[in-house]
């Protein structure tokens, strides 16, 4: 009996502790990201690995129907214009439940890719498991990850750039900085940024 | 010269305030003086928002940041608007609207009128959310909604939705 008491109160404490310690998570710059295995758009799994050829990576958390994601969404494309062919290509992964926002679908992310003529996967974070490990909070959220012998690791976190509402505005185009240091082999100024967005929902 | 154009505008005025006169009950005029009630927005940028961050009286702030583009955000004003009209005396409710200014007309101002929002409300307008974000916390990752409490001596922050019972508990936290 007593023996019973100190099993559950050793696995109250175990418990309270995973929580305790999953509830922290989430990269930061200098991290190893983990790769994943999701289904894109056009019906075939993608994970980081399928890209033999690339330095990179410019995973960006985003979705069809957050303000925040839809005005950057020709930011993105021309991201991916931009830095694919240099070994930077644009990862879109949609963290939102489809339950808790419908207009989010796999039929609604086929159309939307469709007509904005996506050049880049944009794969659906089914379990939710991803976006969570990164530590992705809002749409959009920015990680650019860079090749090394350790794995993917994280040199980027934060928005695309300081100016959601006028693109011919923007003073610091903070993803294309990130990246350009990283093809010249320079240091990254801006290592993290914020910017308003999008409650992920679940 | 003067006088004359005067008088022309006082007799506009006199065959416009007839003119009214005659089509009261007209259900559309009706409703075009409903949408002329005002409602004046204050719209700030982060450095005239920030002394609504930092009052130093004995009241509670609670400041909620949300747009009316943020289904979460709507989902849960109802609950700030509660505690606004429960804690009248002590707390002091703010609704940081983060609406985009092309949609101030077409979308805020009637989802304001259209429910009747009682709590007082500020605009904020501030492109370099970089710089401001982590001024109103540092652990705000900048996703909404977003609510700041604070009392002259505490302060915390919640990057969360709440319900009427959970923003409840943490508002007795501040007055106790």
Not at chain 1, 65 to 73: D, K, N
Not at chain 1, 178 to 189: C, F, W
Not at chain 2, 41 to 53: I, K, V
Not at chain 2, 141 to 161: C, D, H
Request: hydrophobic share 40%; glycine share 4%; net charge neutral.
């Amino acid at each position: 009996m007593k023996l019973l008491k100190i099993g559950m109160v050793l696995i109250a404490i175990l418990t309270f502790a995973a929580f305790t310690y999953s509830d922290n998570s989430g990269y930061k710059v200098g991290d190893i990201a983990a790769d994943f295995n999701l289904e894109s758009v056009d019906g075939k799994m993608v994970s980081l690995t399928n890209y033999l050829e690339a330095k990179g990576f410019i995973v960006v958390f985003t979705c069809n129907t957050c303000p925040y994601a839809i005005a950057y969404e020709d930011r993105i494309i021309a991201l991916n214009k931009k830095y694919a062919s240099q070994g930077y290509p644009v990862i879109a992964i949609m963290p939102n439940s489809t339950t808790a926002s419908p207009g989010d679908n796999m039929e609604a992310m086929k159309a939307r890719a469709k007509a904005k003529g996506f050049t880049f996967p944009y794969l659906m974070d089914k379990g939710q498991n991803v976006y969570p490990e990164y530590g992705a909070s809002k749409t959009p959220h920015v990680y650019v990850l860079q090749k090394t012998k350790k794995g993917n690791q994280v040199k980027y976190i934060g928005a695309i750039d300081d100016n959601y509402q006028h693109p011919e505005s923007v003073n610091q185009k903070y993803v294309e900085n990130a990246v350009d240091a990283l093809l010249e082999g320079k240091p990254i100024k801006e290592e993290h940024t914020r910017a308003i967005g999008c409650t992920i929902k679940v | 010269m003067k006088f004359k154009l005067g008088t022309l505008f006082v007799m506009f005025l006199l065959f416009n305030c007839n003119n009214s006169i005659k089509s009261e009950g007209d259900l559309s005029i009706v409703k075009i003086d409903e949408s002329q009630k005002k409602i004046e927005l204050s719209t700030l940028d982060f450095d005239g928002l920030e002394p609504y961050l930092n009052k130093q009286d004995d009241q509670v702030y609670v400041i909620n940041f949300w747009a009316t583009w943020c289904a979460p955000c709507v989902k849960e004003l109802p609950v700030f608007e509660k505690i606004h009209k429960d804690y009248n005396k002590n707390v002091k409710v703010i609704l940081v609207s983060l609406d985009f200014p092309k949609q101030y007309e077409t979308k805020l101002i009637p989802f304001i009128k259209e429910n009747n929002l009682q709590s007082e409300i500020i605009v904020l307008n501030d492109m370099d959310s970089n710089s401001w974000i982590p001024k109103v916390s540092e652990d705000w990752s900048g996703a909404i909604p977003s609510t700041l409490i604070y009392s002259k001596n505490k302060r915390k922050f919640y990057e969360k939705s709440f319900n009427y019972n959970e923003l409840k508990t943490e508002v007795q936290q501040f007055l106790n």
